[in-house]
C-alpha cells in the first residue's frame, strides 16, 4: 500500500484499525515501501 492508500484505509475505519486491519496496515510482505515503523502511544 502506498501512503495515500494506508490513510484511506485507516479513515474508512474512523481511524481506529486493530486485529487483521493492523497486521495488514504493518506487513512488511504486504508493504514493501515500509523502512521502519514508529509507534507514538497515546496516554
Known amino acids: ?3 495515500w ?3 484511506n484505509f485507516i ?3 474512523n481511524g ?3 486485529g487483521d486491519d493492523l ?3 504493518l506487513s ?3 508493504n514493501p515501501q515500509i ?3 514508529k509507534y ?3 496516554l
Request: hydrophobic share 40%; aromatic share 16%.
Open 40 to 42: 507514538f502511544p497515546t
Open 35 to 37: 523502512t521502519y515503523i
Open 16 to 18: 481506529y484499525i486493530g
Open 28 to 30: 512488511l510482505n504486504l
Open 23 to 25: 497486521t495488514t496496515i
Open 1 to 3: 500500500m502506498y501512503t
Open 5 to 7: 492508500e494506508m490513510v
Open 11 to 13: 479513515n474508512e475505519r
